[in-house]
């Protein structure tokens, strides 16, 4: 038993709730189920991984800070040079901030000191060094719960429905 991912009723992820909440708005016809599982409430209930509400909500639009901490989030850890993963990250401009680079989603990156110092001041390119992922805004707070909830194994069918996040 776990988690379950909200789907609106335009097929963005809304939120993750319990599986018992989900049950919730299945039973009084407010959700429709369209991932499942292969344990059962009852004998012809399994239970959802995935709803879709019936009708729309509006979600007021909400900034998310751009923060190292959520830098370091939305790159999963790792470097975006070469993979590496832990705490020791720093963080990289891919235009130097000496050449006119401005500090947002889109131009600054996880990297591990090594790779860091080795592309210095100069641009990815220049340093001959490639971007595992290409650096841009979430358009979700909730871009940062669905990554947590899918790594390795888990929930792997909630990242058809998290593309546009």
Not at 19 to 24: E, Y
Not at 34 to 58: A, G, K, M, Q
Not at 109 to 116: G, K, P, Y
């Amino acid at each position: 038993m776990g988690k379950v991912l909200v789907l609106n009723a335009s097929y963005e992820p809304l939120n993750i709730t319990s599986w018992r909440r989900a049950v919730v708005l299945l039973l009084k016809g407010k959700a429709e189920r369209l991932e499942y599982t292969d344990h059962f409430l009852y004998s012809n209930f399994p239970l959802p991984t995935v709803i879709r509400l019936l009708y729309y909500v509006r979600i007021p639009y909400k900034e998310i800070p751009l923060t190292r901490r959520n830098i370091l989030e939305r790159d999963r850890h790792s470097c975006q040079y070469c993979t590496l993963k832990g705490d020791q990250l720093t963080l990289d401009h891919i235009m130097p901030r000496s050449r006119g680079g401005k500090d947002s989603w889109e131009n600054l990156v996880a990297a591990c000191v090594r790779c860091n110092v080795r592309k210095g001041n100069r641009t990815p390119k220049e340093a001959r060094m490639t971007l595992i992922r290409q650096p841009r805004k979430p358009h979700s707070s909730l871009y940062f719960e669905l990554i947590k909830h899918t790594q390795g194994d888990r929930n792997q069918e909630w990242k058809k429905y998290a593309i546009g996040i």
